[in-house]
Nanobody, 123 residues
Framework: VQLQASGGGLVQAGGSLRLSCAAS????????MGWFRQAPGKEREFVAA????????YYVDSVKDRFTISRDNAKNTVDLQMNSLKPEDTAVYYC?????????????????WGQGTLVTVSS
């Protein structure tokens, strides 16, 4: 599976961005897909994940009620809608895929990674 993330940019606090991750590979629909972010000097952080059926989603507490993860297995895409953005959301955002349904919050369990897209939120 190859992943290509896009949609990052510069936005003012309170604004919105939508990140998209396009996947290639016939087994995309088998993977739990996640979004992670990494700010300068910090470890990569779990943001959100979605099960292969899209019935179950998971979020880090700091983005609950602001971010929404979704996927379209027919189009091989997974999106992250980010609303009410805050300066502390500034980071490089990565999409990733894993078959490990028990450790989806741990970036080390993910096998496939996109190249990252920069999100900058100004105050």
């Amino acid at each position: 599976v190859q992943l290509q993330a896009s949609g990052g940019g510069l936005v003012q606090a309170g604004g919105s961005l939508r990140l998209s991750c396009a996947a290639s590979g016939r087994t995309f629909s088998s993977y739990i897909m996640g979004w992670f972010r990494q700010a300068p000097g910090k470890e990569r952080e779990f943001v959100a994940a979605i099960s292969w059926t899209a019935r179950t989603t998971y979020y880090v507490d700091s983005v609950k009620d602001r971010f929404t993860i979704s996927r379209d297995n027919a189009k091989n895409t997974v999106d992250l809608q980010m609303n009410s953005l805050k300066p502390e959301d500034t980071a490089v955002y990565y999409c990733a895929g894993t078959l490990d349904y028990t450790n989806y919050r741990n970036f080390r369990s993910y096998t496939y990674w996109g190249q990252g897209t920069l999100v900058t939120v100004s105050s």
